[in-house]
C-alpha cells in the first residue's frame, strides 16, 4: 500500500510530508521545490491488543507507546501539481505517473487562500481553495481520459469485429492504473452504454468512464492545511458544504512538525493525534518556543482537537482503503516464533 501526497507548490505539502515521517523532505515557498518525489514511512494508529491480554507487545514494525500502536505506513510525497499537468506543463506527466503509484491521494490545499493557483504567495482569505480541489480533480480526469482514449477508434473496432469482451479488453489495457473488468462492467451498466458497440460511445460517454474509474481507483482525502491562519475556518465550512463526497480534515502541518521535533529533543511529551503536550522541563525552553507552544496549543489543538496530521493518515488508510489491523498470534501463545509480543 501507497499513499501519495499532492497539492500545488506551496500549499504545504512537503511540510505535512515531514510532519508525517520526520523525513527530511525539502521544504520552502516557491514553486517546484519537491523535484523528484519523496518516499518515506508515516504511521497510522490504533488500539493496542495488549492491554486486553495484560502484555507487553514488542511488534516487529512501527512501535506502541502508551497503549496505541503506530502502524508504519509507505508515503509519497509528489511534486507540486500546476493546471495542465495532464497537458506535460510543469514536469506534469512526469509528476501524474510518479502519482499512479499510489493507491489512495491526501490532497493537501493551503485552506487559509494565501496562495493561488500557481503556488505563489497571496493576501490570506484572497484566493479560494476549492480551486485547487477542481483543478486536481480535471488534471486526474484528463491524464485517465487521455489514457483510455489513446487509439480509440480503432481499439473499439477491433473490440467489435473480434467479438471480444469490452470490460476484458479495456481491463487488460488500463491494466498500469489497476482498473479491473469488474469495474469496467459496472460501469457500463451504471451509464447504460451498449457493451456491444463500443465505438458508438461519445466524448461525454469517454470523459464520465475515466472520472469515475478515477474516483474509484485513487479515493482522496483533503487535508485542509494551514488552518491556524485567521479567517481559515470559514473556508473550512465552505468546502465541506461545496464537497461532500469528500472527507475534510483541518490541519496544521507546521505545528504537527513543530511537536514532533520539540518531542524527539525531548522538550515535550507528545503522542501523534492527541490534543494536548506536556512540558518536561520549562527552564530549556526560551521566550519564543514558549510563545510557539502556546500559539499551537490555543489555536491549534483546543480548537481542532488534534493537529489533524494524524487523523488524515488514518482516514486515508482506515476509512477509504478500507483496511483492518490484525495483530497475529499462535493459538497457544501470542508471541511469533522470535519471541516478538503480537508482533
Request: net charge negative; glycine share 6%.
Given at each position: ?99 499512479n503509484q499510489a ?219 478500507k483496511y483492518i ?19
Open positions: 500500500m501507497l499513499v501519495g501526497i499532492v497539492g500545488k507548490p506551496s500549499c504545504g505539502k512537503s511540510t505535512f510530508f515531514k510532519a508525517a515521517t520526520l523525513a527530511e523532505a525539502e521544504i520552502a515557498n516557491y514553486p517546484f521545490t519537491t523535484i523528484k518525489p519523496n518516499h518515506g514511512v508515516g504511521y497510522v494508529k490504533v488500539e493496542c491488543a495488549d492491554k486486553d491480554f495484560n502484555v507487553q507487545c514488542n511488534p516487529r514494525f512501527g512501535y506502541c507507546l502508551n497503549g496505541i500502536r503506530f502502524v508504519p505506513v509507505d508515503l509519497l510525497d509528489v511534486a507540486g501539481l500546476v493546471p495542465g499537468a495532464y497537458k506535460g506543463l510543469g514536469k506534469g506527466n512526469e509528476f501524474l505517473d510518479d502519482l493507491h489512495v491521494l491526501i490532497h493537501v490545499i493551503d485552506i487559509s487562500g494565501s496562495t493561488n493557483e500557481k503556488g505563489e504567495p497571496v493576501e490570506p482569505l484572497s484566493y479560494d481553495p476549492s480551486e485547487d480541489i477542481k483543478f486536481l480533480e480535471v488534471e486526474l480526469d484528463m491524464w485517465y481520459l487521455r489514457n483510455l482514449t489513446k487509439g480509440w477508434e480503432k481499439f473499439a473496432r477491433q473490440v467489435q469485429q473480434e467479438q471480444q469482451e469490452i470490460q476484458k479488453a479495456l481491463a487488460k489495457q488500463l491494466s498500469f492504473l489497476r482498473i479491473t473488468e469488474n469495474m469496467i462492467e459496472d460501469l457500463i451498466k451504471k451509464l447504460n452504454l451498449n457493451q456491444e458497440k463500443p465505438s458508438e460511445w461519445t466524448q461525454d460517454n469517454l470523459k464520465q468512464i475515466a472520472s469515475e474509474l478515477r474516483k474509484i481507483t485513487k479515493p482522496m482525502i483533503i487535508a485542509a492545511n494551514k488552518i491556524d491562519v485567521p479567517g481559515a475556518e470559514k473556508n473550512l465550512e465552505k468546502i465541506k458544504k461545496q464537497f461532500p463526497d469528500y472527507i475534510t480534515i483541518p490541519c496544521s502541518a507546521e505545528s504537527e512538525l513543530a511537536l514532533k521535533e520539540a518531542a524527539k529533543h525531548e522538550i515535550i511529551d507528545y503522542t501523534p493525534g492527541q490534543n494536548n503536550f506536556t512540558i518536561k522541563d520549562e527552564s530549556k525552553l526560551n521566550e519564543k518556543q514558549k510563545s510557539a507552544l502556546e500559539f499551537i496549543k490555543t489555536n491549534v489543538l483546543e480548537k481542532y482537537n488534534s493537529t489533524g496530521i494524524q487523523e488524515v493518515l488514518d482516514a486515508a488508510v482506515f476509512k477509504l482503503l489491523a490484525i495483530f497475529p498470534g499462535g493459538v497457544n501463545k501470542l508471541a511469533d516464533k522470535d519471541g516478538n509480543v503480537l508482533p
